[in-house]
């Protein structure tokens, strides 16, 4: 999982199979809903917050969704009931369907149909995939909408000097950290579209890799709700991440800010920003993990919901 987790910027800058055989629609749809879950649907909400791409983690398509409009399924293991479910129902109403799998379920039901599918490799959990599927959805995209989304040469170069020099100080100080906020309850919060992107992230990371509860938010919806529930106690940490921008004004906002750790990734373009952030995250959760003495590997928990009789009932079947 480490191994993975370092390897960031190589996923990003891995060219995904198929993508050569895939040429720019006529016009571009009048609606691109992105579906994905945990890991794999984490990347929607990248794109979301670069162009009009539309997140979606439920099982079956929106009643809108039609002819006109594009489907992106996000699934690295290919067999994600709640994107099969939606990506039968867009197959149905004839919507325009784009597949980014490493295989299973979707790859055979896209091909099926003739949709374009990208491939990213398989043999790793899907969470530890996230480059591999995030730069095809970004190369994709670009497709989709003939206008760029990222600079993905600079963004690699970039994010490759930023994981260097994390490894040059021995990640010393995410050490020290995960040390601090290890068995801790948790809130990430991101100031913008890309950071609460990554913020998101963070949660799923430190669920699944550290076992450790969290959630996160957005800064400034967050202070015009939930920050009036942030009174005395124990409450949670908080974790900001921000991309540069003036950090929010924690102390007029929250009464222990003091407690709070604000992360600012380096400058650069945006998209490098929000994945340093994204690279930090990885890493803390899998200290976290050591911390706790807990397998970052395995999740025993999702698995085992999965084989409930209500999940099964609920997604349709085995699918």
């Not at 509860?213 to 400034?220: D, M, Q, R, S």
């Not at 990734?265 to 993990?289: K, M, Y």
Request: overall charge negative; charged content about 20%.
């Amino acid at each position: 999982m480490w191994n993975w987790a370092r390897e960031l910027p190589e996923q990003l800058a891995a060219e995904p199979l198929g993508l050569e055989d895939r040429t720019a629609p006529d016009r571009a749809p009048r609606r691109i809903l992105v579906c994905g879950m945990g890991g794999s649907g984490v990347s929607a909400q990248f794109l979301a917050a670069l162009g009009p791409f539309i997140p979606w983690r439920w099982a079956g398509a929106p009643d809108w969704l039609g002819p006109e409009d594009a489907l992106l399924a996000v699934s690295h293991s290919g067999g994600t009931w709640e994107t099969l479910r939606t990506v039968r129902d867009a197959l149905d109403r004839h919507s325009a369907v784009y597949g980014v799998t490493g295989g299973g379920e979707l790859a055979r039901l896209l091909d099926e149909h003739g949709a374009t599918r990208l491939s990213v490799p398989d043999g790793m959990p899907p969470r530890a995939a996230f480059g591999h599927l995030l730069g095809a959805c970004l190369r994709l995209g670009e497709r989709l909408l003939g206008t760029a989304l990222w600079r993905s040469d600079a963004v690699v170069d970039e994010l490759r000097a930023s994981r260097d020099g994390l490894a040059d100080d021995d990640y010393t100080w995410l050490g020290e950290l995960a040390r601090a906020l290890a068995g801790r309850q948790l809130v990430v919060y991101g100031t913008c579209p890309l950071s609460a992107a990554a913020a998101l992230r963070w949660k799923q990371q430190l669920n699944e890799n550290a076992k450790q509860f969290c959630w996160c938010n957005a800064l400034p919806e967050a202070a015009h709700n939930e920050v009036e529930a942030a009174g005395p106690g124990d409450p949670p940490r908080r974790i900001v991440l921000t991309l540069g921008d003036e950090a929010p004004p924690l102390d007029t906002i929250l009464d222990d800010y003091g407690d709070s750790v604000v992360l600012t990734a380096p400058a650069g373009p945006a998209v490098f920003r929000a994945l340093h952030l994204v690279l930090l995250g990885d890493l803390l959760s899998l200290l976290i993990a050591r911390e706790r003495a807990v397998d970052p590997g395995g999740i025993p928990r999702i698995a085992a919901f999965k084989q409930t009789g209500w999940a099964r009932r609920f997604y349709g079947g085995d699918n």
